[in-house]
């Protein structure tokens, strides 16, 4: 069956500094990109998608591209604003930052007809995360989504504050609640934030948390071309700085009851880099992890 990882690499990495998606971090130069397609691979997928700023295809071809494409049937698609009402293009015209993940996921429409994964492309899942992505998408059904979750205290760094969805989930593991929050850790608790200006709260480290690994069928484009259109509408006094967050929009399709979303936990450890400090940790995981040989010394030889 055929099952498509679509990669969200349009953004910048401000807070590290950089094009972070092509940082080094394997034994021999591999970047985090190139173990999120591995274990992809492994797991069953057999496409990839990579959506990227237009700006930034030659970089990726020559980096990512020469060393993926040989292994795993390879799409790039642009987040551009040429699949907005015209009248929004315009109005955006002269915005720089992208419009946000939910419109990247459209942007994606063209080049995905089969069920598919969302992941960020400078976050290191675990290969347990794909096996389950897998798993979930070989019994595709409509309107009914997954989300790859993880133990929010396992996800967060010691040299600051992130960006985390924390969920509520009910008995039957399908999720109730979706917010997006700034988190930070605090001794043997965690602090939330929710970025929707809601009071804020103190949660265990055990809390269940989002980290944009998302399972979706095809339907969910209708409904993006659908949101986005009212996003934009009740944005627009706000069109420099609103984001179209595809965790936002799961969160309130799922308060309406128009879609189900199971919540898959891993026993994957992840790890991210949101800071430069967090370089080192990441690297001396991936090091660990190939003396343990759960990924050759040589991902692509």
């Known amino acids: 069956m055929k099952k498509t990882l679509l990669i969200l690499a349009a953004g910048m990495g401000s807070r590290f500094g950089g094009l972070k998606q092509i940082e080094p971090f394997g034994p021999n130069g591999e970047f985090i990109i190139d173990y999120s397609v591995y274990d992809a691979k492994r797991a069953g997928f057999n496409k990839i998608v990579f959506l990227i700023k237009e700006e930034n295809y030659q970089i990726f071809k020559d980096t990512i591209g020469k060393r993926v494409e040989p292994h795993i049937e390879t799409e790039y698609v642009f987040q ?10 315009e109005l955006l015209k002269n915005r ?23 992941i960020n ?18 019994n595709p059904q409509k309107n009914h989504y997954g989300l790859v979750a993880y133990r929010l205290g396992n996800t967060l760094t010691p040299n600051g ?21 700034k988190v930070t850790l605090n001794n043997e608790q965690v602090d939330v934030a929710p970025l929707d200006g809601s009071a804020e709260f103190t949660t265990s480290k055990d809390t269940i948390a989002s980290m944009n690994f998302l399972l979706f069928t095809p339907d969910i484009f209708e409904i993006l071309e659908k949101e986005l259109v009212n996003f934009l509408e009740k944005n627009k006094d706000n069109l420099e700085s609103c984001e179209f967050l595809i965790p936002i929009l799961l969160n309130e399709l799922v308060k309406e009851k128009r879609v189900i979303v199971d919540v898959l936990e891993t026993n994957a450890t992840w790890y991210g880099v949101t800071y430069k400090e967090d370089k080192e940790m990441v690297v001396n995981a991936i090091k660990e992890l190939v003396e343990d040989k759960k990924y050759p010394r040589n991902l692509w030889s």
Do not use: M, W
């Open 80 to 89: 551009k604003n040429d699949n907005l009402p015209k009248e929004y293009q």
């Open 96 to 118: 720089e930052k992208p419009l946000g993940t939910a419109h990247a996921i459209l942007c994606a429409k063209n080049k995905i007809e089969e069920p598919f994964a969302i």
């Open 161 to 181: 504050s992130a960006k985390r969805g924390v969920c509520e989930v009910n008995k039957n593991n399908e999720l109730i609640t979706l917010t997006e929050s």
């Open 121 to 138: 492309a400078d976050d290191f899942y675990g290969q347990d995360a794909y096996e389950k992505a897998a798993s979930f998408l070989e």
